[in-house]
């Protein structure tokens, strides 16, 4: 039985796996699907003082309080910055790492600055905090309306912190992976960063790598064939401990 901690990206939730989860759980194994504090299903706390730390404890707290160890962690989109600074604090408990068609920071970097975006001041009386969801695009029409009406603004603290990293992924003792959404250009505005990081890790002798010809958002428009992977990937992780 493997063990799966999947975090959601930026503007959503843990709704956002509903199609890909039974899949899992249908193998046997255990899915666990922490909501983000401010967005999605905990939209209700949102407040300017959530930022990455916020949602990296929300994470860490889901595994140490689960005492869930040898997981496959995996982080969609934004999710790849949290899963990041996640390791500081449940490295150990890691056997397989994905990356979803996500931002993948070294360490002192922000998805802000990943997307090449200006540095953020702290935020003042009056200033402008919540950042308005990006539109996205979904195979399935009634798919869209259905999460257009559960994505919400997201503090932008969140794409502001830097994230600590003691040393690069690659000198871990897990096992990587990351997942490449084909549809969208390398040119097309906002996916930049996703290129960036698949080429990187098409490059290297640490990473596995798979495409899914689809546009970003995956886990709607491809769960079957997420799942596959998923699966493949964590008996390929146990084999190597």
């Known amino acids: 039985m493997t063990t799966f901690v999947l975090v959601h990206g ?92 996500a931002f993948v920071p070294g360490d002192g970097q922000s998805v802000n600055d990943l997307r090449g975006q200006p540095d953020v001041n702290p935020i003042g009386l009056g200033d402008e905090w919540l950042i308005p969801p990006r539109p996205r695009a979904f195979d399935d029409p009634r798919e869209a309306e259905w999460q257009a009406t559960r994505r919400v603004a997201q503090p932008s603290a969140t794409f502001a912190e ?13 096992t990587l992976t990351y997942v490449k959404a084909t549809a969208d250009s390398q040119d097309q505005d906002g996916s930049g960063p996703f290129w960036f990081a698949a080429r990187r890790a098409q490059q290297s002798a640490a990473w596995n790598y798979h495409e899914v010809a689809t546009s970003h958002m995956i886990p709607q428009n491809r769960p079957v064939e997420l799942a596959r992977i998923l699966v493949q990937g964590a008996i390929s992780a146990s084999a190597t401990v």
């Open 10 to 101: 930026a503007w959503s939730g843990a709704h956002s796996w509903r199609y890909v989860r039974p899949l899992l759980q249908a193998e046997g194994d255990q899915v666990f699907t922490p909501s983000l504090t401010g967005i999605g299903e905990r939209v209700h706390l949102v407040s300017p003082h959530v930022d990455l730390t916020t949602h990296v404890s929300d994470v860490v707290n889901q595994v140490l309080y689960e005492d869930l160890t040898d997981i496959v962690l995996l982080g969609f989109s934004y999710g790849g910055a949290v899963v990041t600074g996640a390791l500081a604090h449940i490295g150990d408990r890691v056997s397989h790492l994905v990356y979803l068609d």
């Open 162 to 174: 830097k994230v600590q990293l003691a040393r690069p992924l690659e000198q871990w003792p897990f």
